[in-house]
Structures are given as structure tokens and as C-alpha cells.
């Protein structure tokens, strides 16, 4: 299984970027897939995850109600909306999977990205 980050960029505060995550396999029936960032000398951050059971979502508090996940079974796809960018989000952007259950912790995710670079700056 292989996944694949695109959408990151250099955007201005305020501004928003939309990120997708594109798996090899159709894999959104039965793993659970998140994203997490990390920036210059910070651990890796979970920032939302939606499972493949009911499409349960859940958020950092740090993003809530800035970012929204979606996934898009046909297109093997999962996205990430970043609305209300702020410099504190400039990070590489992560997607990863694990069978059916989301976790905040890195170390349980099986499958991950190569990371998308978002910088927030003006």
C-alpha cells in the first residue's frame, strides 16, 4: 500500500489550502486513515482522523473548526481542507493508515505518506 500527499504550498495567513491523500489499494472500507503534521523540531502532531466504519471524525483542538477531513471512496481519497490558515500550521502534513481504528499516536499507523509541505507566511 502506498500513499501519496499533493495540495500543499505557500499560502498567506488567513488563506486555504486543500490536501489530498491518494491510496494504491481501495483501503477507506476497512482502515482508518488520518493526518498529522510536523513542524521544524516538534514531535508529529495528530490532527484529525476519520474512521471506516460510520465516517466517525474527530480533531485537535488545535484545528477544530479550521480544518475539515473528507474522504471520497471511489476516488481511494482522503482530503484535507485547511481554512484560516495561520503561520503556526506551517508544517509537512502527513496522511496515514492503520486497520479500522483512528489513534493519536504515530507509532500505531502502519502506512504513511511522504508529506506535503504547507507554509503559512506573508
Known amino acids: 500500500l502506498q500513499l501519496v500527499e499533493a495540495g500543499g504550498g505557500l499560502v498567506k495567513p488567513g488563506g486555504s489550502l486543500r490536501l489530498s491523500c491518494a491510496a494504491s489499494e481501495s483501503i477507506l472500507e476497512y482502515m482508518a486513515v488520518a493526518w498529522f503534521r510536523q513542524a521544524p523540531g516538534k514531535e508529529r502532531e495528530a490532527l484529525t482522523c476519520i474512521t471506516p466504519s460510520d465516517g466517525t471524525v474527530d480533531y485537535a483542538d488545535s484545528v477544530k473548526g479550521r480544518f475539515t477531513i473528507s474522504s471520497d471512496v471511489a476516488e481511494n481519497s482522503v482530503f484535507l481542507q485547511l481554512n484560516y490558515l495561520k503561520p503556526e500550521d506551517t508544517a509537512v502534513y502527513y496522511c496515514?493508515?492503520?486497520?479500522?481504528?483512528?489513534?493519536?499516536?504515530?507509532?500505531?499507523?502502519?502506512?504513511w505518506g511522504q508529506g506535503t509541505q504547507v507554509t503559512v507566511s506573508s
Open positions: 496515514a493508515a492503520q486497520l479500522y481504528y483512528c489513534s493519536d499516536y504515530a507509532v500505531q499507523y502502519d502506512y
